[in-house]
């Protein structure tokens, strides 16, 4: 017995929300979220400057081809980014064992300032830290020796997942020929979810480039003018800026790497950047609101509950994946007008 049209209908839409589902839990349970995160950002990258290009180039096949050539200068431009950052861990800059060195007598020098019931559980001098920190390396020598072919592979995924980006925005610029159902309601699950990665992260990076300028202002032109050069200084607004891509939690791992490396300096100076910090974030919540709230209508205790949640059960990714995740749901019980 075939079922009438409006009833068909719904079971198409309940059967495309399910494989949706399915599928963004499976992308966490197969650890494909390098993939999806690349893929995406490579498709809202080129759907977000493709329009403006396109007016200039009237025509199916000039689209086509507009396209086609943004996807390959973004790829192109992600690809470089990632091989510089490779190339500046490689470096005397970013070099992980020089950079502990610099670290060392920060450290030494936090031992002033921190109260006894915690200095008397740190080491003693650099070398003892040094030996404590080769000591857990030689511990962890497999795990770390899994992490490296972990982090392998997650390149390889992004690398994989840009190319699927720019192969579906080559593929949404073609004339599309008549579909099923069932394809066309996966469609729309797509397209939500692209436009809900496209609200989160342009906001949660407005954020974060806000957030670094005025911490970049703080460390490198107010303190100086004090007379104080807090150590590893650039470093510290680069970690800011990739911490405050993280909602929420991003803002408190910047704001204790700034506290701890100020407190090497003095008790005063460690007061004075928490201060700073907790100003700067409380006229910043002002202008979050209006980024987020704007975006997808969030407050920041709704996205917390979702990212302690998420990590529970699926770990690192499912943090990650939980601010992208709760604005795809929102983003569809709204077009339901269930909320």
């Known amino acids: 017995m075939s079922l009438p049209s409006a009833q068909f209908q719904t079971r198409i839409i309940q059967a495309s929300y399910v494989l949706a589902a399915l599928s963004l839990l499976l992308v966490l349970h197969l650890r494909l979220l390098p993939v999806l995160i690349a893929g995406l950002l490579v498709y809202a990258l080129v759907n977000a400057l493709a329009p403006s290009l396109q007016r200039h180039f009237p025509g ?62 740190l080491p003693d001098n650099s070398e003892q830290i040094r030996e404590a920190v080769m000591g857990w390396l030689k511990e962890h020598a497999a795990q770390l020796q899994l992490a490296g072919k972990n982090a392998a592979r997650m390149i390889v995924h992004l690398l994989i997942g840009m190319i699927l980006g720019a192969m579906l925005s080559l593929q949404s610029a073609l004339p ?36 670094t300028l005025f911490t970049a202002i703080f460390l490198l032109i107010v303190l100086p003018l004090f007379g104080v050069n807090l150590p590893l200084a650039k470093t510290l607004v680069v970690a800011t800026f990739i911490c405050g891509l993280l909602p929420v939690l991003g803002n408190l791992i910047s704001n204790t790497l700034i506290f701890v490396i100020g407190l090497s300096v003095s ?34 205790w709704q996205l917390l509950i979702s990212m302690l949640v998420m990590e529970a059960a699926f770990g690192i990714a499912g943090l ?20």
């Open 267 to 300: 008790l005063w100076v460690a007061i004075a950047s928490l201060t700073f910090l907790v100003v700067i974030h409380k006229l910043e919540y002002f202008l979050n609101a209006r980024i987020i709230g704007g975006q997808i209508r969030a407050r920041a």
């Open 176 to 211: 599309q020929g008549s579909v099923g159902p069932l394809a066309v309601a996966l469609n729309t699950r797509c397209v939500n979810l692209a436009v809900a990665f496209h609200d989160i992260v342009f906001a949660q990076f407005k954020i974060s480039a806000l957030n």
């Open 320 to 339: 990650i994946a939980a601010p992208i995740y709760y604005a795809y749901l929102k983003r569809e019980l709204e077009q339901a007008k269930l909320i």
């Open 60 to 121: 199916t096949r000039a689209h086509w081809l507009v396209v086609a050539l943004l996807a390959a200068i973004v790829v192109g431009l992600l690809t470089a980014a990632i091989a510089g950052g490779l190339a500046y861990l490689g470096s005397e800059h970013g070099n992980p064992s020089l950079l502990f060195e610099r670290l060392t007598p920060v450290v030494e020098r936090a031992r002033d300032q921190l109260p006894a019931i915690i200095v008397n559980h």
